[in-house]
Structures are given as C-alpha cells and as structure tokens.
C-alpha cells in the first residue's frame, strides 16, 4: 500500500471561513445546461448571451477541468468576476489518497460545507486495468440500506449526494490522474482510448436508486458529447432493487444497469439484502425483463458475491442460471472481500470455480471479478468512510500525546 497524502486537518475541526463562504455560493458542477442558463440571468448576462456563455462555462468546466474561473480567457473580465463573486467550481477536499500494491487509487473526499455548516465524507475508488480505466463513485454519504455483507452499510445513511457532489467526484479524479485532453495531448505514453477513465460506476457508497434525481443528472452530464464524453454503455448504476425506479434509469439516461442480486432464493436474499422483503426477487426479475433497450448488446450485470457456505452451493448455481434464462444477462461472481467484523467468509476458490463452471455450462458468461485494493479496503463491498476511524484515532489522540490541533 502507498500512502499518497493525508491532509493533517482533523476530520472533527470546525468548518474553515472558505467553506462557510462556499455555502453561500452557486455551484456550478453539477448543473446542467438550462440551469447555468438561470444562474447567468440572475448576474445580467442579456438573453442573447445566455446560450453562448452557459456552452463556454460547459466547455470549461467539463472539456478543459478549469479550476478557476481566471482560466476562462474567452469570457469577459467583468463576468469572470461575477462568477467567482457567486458562484463555485470548487473540488472536495482530499483527506486522504491511498494506492495499492496493484495499482488501484482510493480517495477519501471531504465535501464543501452544506447548508447547516455541516462537512461530509465519502470515498471513492479508480481501478486500472488493461483494457479500460473504471472509476467508481458514491451516490451517498453512507447507505440507506443495510446489507449485511457490505462494509458501508454499517455506517448507516446520512444523506444523499447533490449533482454537483457526484460529478465533482469525476473531476477531482481527472485532476489527480491528468485526464484532461490538454495534458494527454502532452502525454508521451498516452493511455488506452487516450484517456484514463473509460468507464464510470455507481457502485461507491450509497443506493443510486434512492438517489435518483440526482444521480439521473449526473448520468447526463457524464454522458454529454461536448464535456466529459463518457459512453452511455460506459456508465454502469448499481442498485440492490429499488424496483420502481428501474424502468426511469433506463428510460432518462440509457445507462448500463447492474443488479446486487447475491442470492437465488428470497429467504436468504432477505437476510443478505433487507430491501428484497420490500421488492422479492420475482418482482426484480420482472423488472429487469422490461429494462428500457435491454438486448444481447446491451446485458443487465448481475453481481454475485461468495459467501461461504451461504449461497455458493451447486444448487444455488443451477437456481440462478434458471431464473435468468430468458434476460440477456452476465454474472459476475465477486469474491467476498473481508472487513473488520464481517460475519461470513469468502467461498473456497475450488467453490468459486465450480459455480462458476455451472453457470457458464449454463450458456451465462460468469467472470469471476479479480479482487482489487483488498490492501486499502478499497475492493467490493469494502467501501466506508475512513473519516470514522480518523475521529476514533482523533479522539485517542490528546490522552496519550496531547492535542496538536
């Protein structure tokens, strides 16, 4: 494990004047066209300007990554000033940036003050592979739903992630991994596709599903053509089930659709995944079947995790390839990451394969994920915000050496 950087700012410290200023600005990640056309009104850009101003804020912001609003040379002076009198591009701060043995980056994130002076945290994790570059990203501070194998869960919910949170997500990893097209232009041995993030996924912190207006906003923004260009069939959203907000998901952003399913039979899904009490399996599947574009080119991901002695028998496997027969699915088999507490154990690799052999003998694709960052807990399921233990460790801290804040 490489420690990057910490920031040596307690997690517990008072919010600093620069956020308590922040709140009272616009911001502007996170906003989509029509709305940075409001802003623009409310400092006097004329009607004329509006369209004009909002696509060159657009490309700054989402092509370029500018960090200020004195980058902007193609806007005016006085309208730069008004900006950055109002508004706000403003990343979260990195607490801490940790990097696996096997190259996965994680990065916990401080957000800006909200609007009770209050600061949040969440993490966020860049896998790099041969073929692609996956960035993984919260939908929340914490998790509405308990799972009992996931690491977040046990944090509980705070709250929900605005637009602006999740997009600056993106961009705060694009600044750390040089991913803006004027540096890889530079790039001497440029990355696959010319880009280091090819694919973004809603599998951070969080319920998306519970989150949807938001994260539906943030889809569009990540898939726009003239910003951040990321493929519509790039960008996977997670959900464990929240079978209302299924068929919306496919029909507001046509992005790429992953399901938590984790059990073949609605007794043992309802300990792993409480909210099956709520939406059984029968009721998921017939929602999937109706996924907006669903086809053999565009399959529902089911993820799959192994627990030992839990759901990882034959029967469970030959359960599972009946029950998706006729969705054009893959399965991804995911070794259970361990965490500190964690009830259940990771199934046997001689289990693992065997699964995996009968469900593909089945005619599913059943890829068996290579567990990454299991050195930073920054693998599946591992994901919880380490500011928790910063404040425990915080806590300890002045009784044996002292404060030094």
């Not at 602006?164 to 990893?173: F, Y």
Request: hydrophobic content about 40%; proline content about 6%.
């Amino acid at each position: 494990m490489t420690h990057i950087t910490t920031n040596s700012q307690p997690a517990t410290a008072p919010v600093a004047d620069t956020h308590t200023a922040l709140r009272q600005h616009t911001q502007l990640p996170g906003l989509e066209r029509p709305a940075l056309m409001q802003v623009l009104a409310g400092l006097g850009v004329p009607q004329r300007q509006l369209k004009m101003r909002a696509q060159q804020l657009w490309h700054w912001i989402y092509h370029r990554g500018a960090q200020s609003f004195e980058e902007m040379s193609n806007i005016s002076r006085a309208l730069r000033a008004q900006l950055a009198e109002h508004c706000s591009i403003v990343r979260p701060q990195v607490v801490q940036a940790l990097k696996s043995v096997d190259g996965t980056r994680k990065w916990l994130l401080r957000l800006p003050a909200d609007e009770h002076g209050q600061q949040h945290e969440v993490e966020m994790v860049f896998i790099p592979e041969e073929d692609r570059g996956t960035l993984c990203i919260s939908s929340q501070v914490g998790c509405t739903l308990n799972c009992r194998f996931c690491h977040t869960g046990t944090q509980g919910w705070v709250r929900n992630l605005s637009a602006g949170e999740i997009i600056a997500q993106v961009l705060l990893a694009k600044d750390d991994l040089g991913d803006w097209p004027a540096l890889l232009e530079k790039h001497p041995n440029p990355p696959l596709a010319g880009r280091y993030i090819t694919n973004i996924v809603f599998m951070g912190m969080g319920e998306p599903l519970y989150n949807s207006e938001n994260v539906f906003a943030a889809v569009r923004i990540l898939a726009d053509g003239e910003g951040l260009a990321i493929s519509r069939r790039r960008i996977t959203v997670s959900t464990a089930g929240v079978v209302p907000e299924i068929p919306r998901l496919g029909e507001e952003t046509g992005a790429m659709l992953a399901i938590s399913l984790h059990a073949t039979t609605d007794e043992v899904r309802n300990e792993l995944v409480p909210l099956n009490r709520k939406y059984p399996i029968a009721e998921l599947l017939d929602a999937c079947r109706a996924y907006p574009g669903l086809s053999n080119a565009k399959r529902i991901t089911f993820e799959y995790v192994m627990l030992k002695g839990v759901n990882d028998a034959d029967a469970d496997a030959r359960r599972l390839v009946k029950m998706l027969r006729d969705i054009p699915a893959k399965v991804n088999l995911i070794p259970f990451n361990p965490w500190p507490g964690s009830a259940y154990a990771c199934s046997d690799w001689e289990r693992i394969e065997r699964f995996a052999e009968i469900v593909n003998d089945g005619g599913l694709a059943a890829p068996v994920r290579t567990p990454r960052g299991r050195d930073i807990l920054a693998a599946c399921g591992q994901l919880k915000s380490e500011s928790q233990r910063l404040r425990a460790k915080q806590r300890k801290t002045p009784a044996r050496q002292g404060s030094t804040a």
